[in-house]
């Protein structure tokens, strides 16, 4: 019987995901555990294990694909001594996959069919390097030229139906969906048909609402909360702007961010901590650090330092390290401290697990992993899912101090700006200081006014006495 691979969910919230690469090809004989494919989330790429044994009947979602579901159907593998092409024609589809494809705001892929079995689970590993199979990829039956096109719906208000491919491809030419035939189950434009299309000059896409306006118009018009795309773009002038669609990172930082505002009542704290003696013993631990391989065994940054210190002020004050649910307050047995690193199209933050109690030496080295395989987006979900409070440092940038938006489920995260020579008051004295501002967010549920002060305090105290730190 057929045995249908489905697209995996690689996190609880993934809702779809990019087929970014088969590494089988239509005919492959494969056994469990073995790399098929790579899979495309926002925040990394992962390795799709097969779990049954069989030969590669169909490969139902071509290569590129972008936002295919979760639970959608993408490959059919034929079982021990049965036909492969059979199990093609029989194993396109199933219940689930049928259902999956009425599920709100679907986008049903390419070579989809109605029957079959899903039993496959895929199994999931970390991708370790640029390479993977060198197996000659076949070209998917939706992506060949098409025969006997019949044309999609084109009524008025009827939905056109078209791949998430096919799409994006027409929008890049500017081509008029409603001017292409598809050749895809139903008439469901493919990827072939745009391809076709735009060689054989098909008709471009009418002007957008904003080139239509007259720019002659006396003023913009309201962005209001929720505006659609159309009522944005009348407020710039025509020429004076391209369209830029959005990652499935961004779309995912954009509902986070927003769902963050929305439902986390956020307050903040700021205080100025001095950097002399911080610097200072940063300077002494590097130059003593032992040489391995004509190389230092580590090189602390003042970031390692200001993790180690949330780490830290999270343990001596357990009640901030908390997070908010509706029945109960989460307190959490350890600091778990992410730190927001910028990549390509956005930010992730990979989570040094039970800071407080490990070295500065160990932060610092698996800091510079972690910074290095998430820029790559080589992280696996663990390690940058969870965590109990974030430090997102702008110092380097040369920003003074701001604010951060708090990343549920963490309840607090440090903005942490540059250090910079000020003048300050000692002993009744003016001088002059290495200062760093730093300004706690928290989630107002579940760390008060008082308790955040508690927090920074005890931060602030191990910043400008570091040596409690090696202690």
Not at 182 to 198: F, L, M, N, Q, T
Not at 226 to 252: C, I
Not at 357 to 375: C, F, H, V, Y
Request: charged share 25%; hydrophobic share 40%.
């Amino acid at each position: 019987m057929p045995i249908n691979i489905t697209m995996p969910a690689l996190s609880p919230t993934m809702e779809e995901g990019n087929l970014a690469k088969w590494l089988v090809k239509e005919g492959d004989k494969v056994s469990s555990g073995d790399v098929i494919a790579e899979i495309e989330t926002d925040k990394a790429t992962m390795e799709v294990e097969a779990v049954d044994e069989g030969t590669v009947a169909k490969l139902v979602v071509p290569a590129g694909t972008e936002g295919v579901k979760v639970n959608a159907v993408i490959a059919i593998l034929a079982e021990e001594g049965e036909d492969a092409a059979a199990a093609a024609k029989g194993g396109d589809g199933s219940k689930d996959a049928e259902a999956a494809s009425k599920a709100p705001h679907p986008e049903p892929v390419e070579g989809r069919g109605d029957e079959g079995q899903d039993r496959a689970t895929p199994a999931l590993r970390q991708a370790q390097g640029e390479g993977g199979s060198t197996t000659e990829q076949a070209k998917p039956v939706a992506d060949q030229a098409p025969a006997a096109a019949t044309p999609a719906p084109k009524k008025d208000g009827e939905r056109i139906f078209a791949s998430p491919l096919a799409r994006r491809l027409a929008k890049e030419s500017g081509l008029d969906l409603t001017a292409v035939s598809g050749s895809g189950p139903k008439g469901r434009i493919v990827k072939a048909d745009i391809e076709a299309a735009a060689k054989g000059g098909a008709p471009k896409a009418a002007a957008s609402a904003a080139q239509a306006q007259s720019t002659s118009a006396t003023a913009p018009a309201p962005m209001a909360k929720g505006a659609s795309d159309e009522q944005v773009l009348k407020n710039f002038a025509e020429g004076s702007y391209e369209l830029v669609p959005h990652d499935g990172m961004r779309k995912t930082i954009a509902k986070r961010l927003v769902e963050s505002k929305q439902t986390v009542p956020h307050f903040y704290v700021s205080v100025d901590c001095e950097l002399d003696a911080l610097l200072a013993l940063r300077k002494q631990l590097n130059d003593a650090a032992p040489v391995r391989d004509d190389k230092p065994a580590y090189k602390l940054s003042v970031n390692d330092l200001v993790i180690k210190a949330l780490a830290l002020a999270l343990r001596d004050v357990p009640d901030a390290n908390v997070s908010w649910t509706e029945s109960a307050m989460v307190k959490h047995k350890h600091a778990d401290v992410g730190v927001a690193v910028s990549i390509p199209g956005g930010l992730i933050t990979p989570i040094i697990r039970k800071a407080e109690e490990k070295s500065l030496s160990a932060i610092s080295n698996e800091m510079k992993d972690l910074g290095k395989r998430a820029r790559d987006r080589k992280l696996k979900p663990e390690e940058y899912q969870g965590g109990t409070s974030a430090v997102s440092n702008m110092g380097m940038m040369g920003v003074k101090n701001f604010s951060a938006v708090i990343n549920p489920p963490h309840a607090t995260i440090l903005a942490v700006g540059a250090g910079e020579k000020r003048p300050v008051v000692k002993k009744g004295e003016l001088a002059i200081a290495e200062v760093m501002t730093v300004t706690l967010s928290t989630d107002h549920r579940c760390v008060d006014g008082a308790l955040g002060a508690e927090l920074i305090g005890a931060f602030k105290r191990y910043i400008e006495n570091p040596m409690g730190m090696l202690v």
